[in-house]
């Protein structure tokens, strides 16, 4: 099965930025002294940036259609296989979703009091002490869990595909995928009302109702909307499941996400600029409305310029990105722990410096290059014991084959000739 290198490029850079603006804001001290009304424009930008989760719903479900739309041209799984797979990589990036928040996951920023909740071991890092995990983190989304959420609801869909002998077809995919996609992102619009439930029955100790409404609409990552962002991935991936029509649907995927990028941009400019105060309202969802528009192209843009283009010396210079795509839920997973570790090297040489956003910035870009030598280095024994290299292990005690590692170690072949 052949890999889509622009997915593994935009992952590899997708989870570096992660890695950078983890690192750089939510150790800022100075962060409760700065003037939200009128914020620099360094800050505004960066809170923008924060809100990119988007790009990986809309990576993995491209990621998983066009894995299945291949599966099932090659008649190597029923729908019903589909189905399965979709679902035990759900539940799998579910129980990752509690165990990296509660136990390993970064801080929540109180940006007025400065009373930040930890994770249990970041916490223990930074006071020395076990710290006690609200339970109010139970009810958060995070990027695991919006991926997890995607792959349990778009399984269905692509199981009813394959029945309709329709995971070939990009039209056939577009019109129930594209089109329920489309639905979603519009009745997104509801997160603004429904929001105040979230919040209610998480103040209330309303478990089920917290839950439910927790993954619908809370913070920060909810079905609505990424659930859309998915299915256009889903409809994405099975398009670019045709190798004859590659190019075509490329350039078809930029004038789409160009329409939603403008339609998000007049909504933007019209509407007052809320962004940095994180309200559930109209501005938060015409950036979404943008977002979407962006990541098409994007994509559609990576896409192009690596799997149609194919330029061997392209290749060889995006290959680090690659590698570090190809093992990114690891560096996902462990990034906040180290910026931990290094945050209280720190404290301890330099008490204060985390009072300034430019030595932060600069904490952030540190992070950045350690990762990327700690995957070089970690390449050269075929990154043993990460999460991609444990997924390979458990799928073949069931008889069955992951790919999780090819993205990584063909990168590191190709960087290497």
């Avoid at 599966?71 to 189905?83: S, Y």
């Avoid at 199981?159 to 577009?174: D, I, Q, V």
């Avoid at 540190?366 to 444990?390: D, H, K, P, Q």
């Avoid at 458990?394 to 008889?399: D, S, V």
Wanted: include cysteine; charged fraction near 15%.
């Amino acid at each position: 099965m052949q890999r889509l290198k622009g997915l593994d490029v935009i992952r590899g850079l997708g989870i570096l930025c992660v890695v950078f603006l983890h690192s750089a804001t939510f150790h800022f001290d100075g962060i409760t002294e700065v003037d939200f009304d009128d914020p620099p424009l360094l800050i505004t930008v960066i809170g923008f940036l924060l809100m990119w989760a988007g790009l990986f719903a809309l990576v993995s479900g491209a990621a998983y259609g066009y894995s299945a739309a291949l599966r099932a041209q090659g008649r190597d799984a029923r729908p019903w296989q589909i189905l399965s797979r979709f679902w035990v990589a759900g539940g799998f990036a579910l129980a990752l979703h509690y165990v990296y928040f509660l136990v390993i996951g970064p801080k929540l920023l109180d940006v007025v009091h400065g009373n930040h909740q930890y994770a249990l071991l970041p916490g223990m890092i930074a006071t020395g002490s076990l710290p006690v995990v609200p339970a109010d983190r139970l009810f958060y989304s995070t990027a695991l869990s919006m991926v997890a959420w995607n792959l349990f609801l778009c399984g269905p869909l692509l199981e009813l595909l394959g029945r309709w002998r329709a995971l070939h077809s990009g039209r056939r995919a577009g019109l129930l995928l594209g089109g329920l996609g489309t639905v979603v992102i519009l009745a997104s619009v509801a997160r603004i009302p429904l929001y105040p439930l979230a919040v209610k029955a998480v103040e209330q100790g309303q478990v089920a109702r917290a839950l439910f409404w927790g993954f619908l609409v809370n913070k920060n990552n909810p079905i609505l909307p990424y659930l859309g962002f998915g299915l256009y991935g889903a409809w994405f991936g099975i398009a670019l499941a045709n190798e004859s029509s590659r190019r075509r649907t490329l350039f078809s995927f930029l004038g789409l996400g160009t329409v939603w990028l403008v339609a998000g941009i007049v909504g933007l400019v019209v509407l007052p600029d809320t962004m940095l105060e994180r309200d559930v309202d109209l501005t938060w969802y015409f950036i979404i409305v943008f977002q979407l528009g962006l990541f098409l192209l994007l994509l559609a843009g990576v896409l192009l310029l690596t799997d149609v283009a194919r330029v061997s010396w392209v290749d060889r210079l995006l290959s680090p990105l690659r590698r570090v795509g190809g093992v990114s839920l690891s560096v996902f997973m462990l990034e906040t722990v180290l910026s931990q570790i290094l945050v209280r090297i720190g404290d301890a040489l330099s008490p204060g410096w985390r009072l300034a956003i430019g030595p932060c910035l600069a904490f952030g870009a540190l992070n950045v290059l350690l990762w990327a030598g700690i995957v070089l280095l970690w390449s050269r024994c075929g990154f043993r014991f990460s999460m991609e290299w444990c997924t390979v292990q458990i799928y073949r005690l069931f008889g069955q084959t992951s790919r999780k590692l090819d993205a990584a170690t063909s990168a590191h072949s190709s960087a290497q000739d």
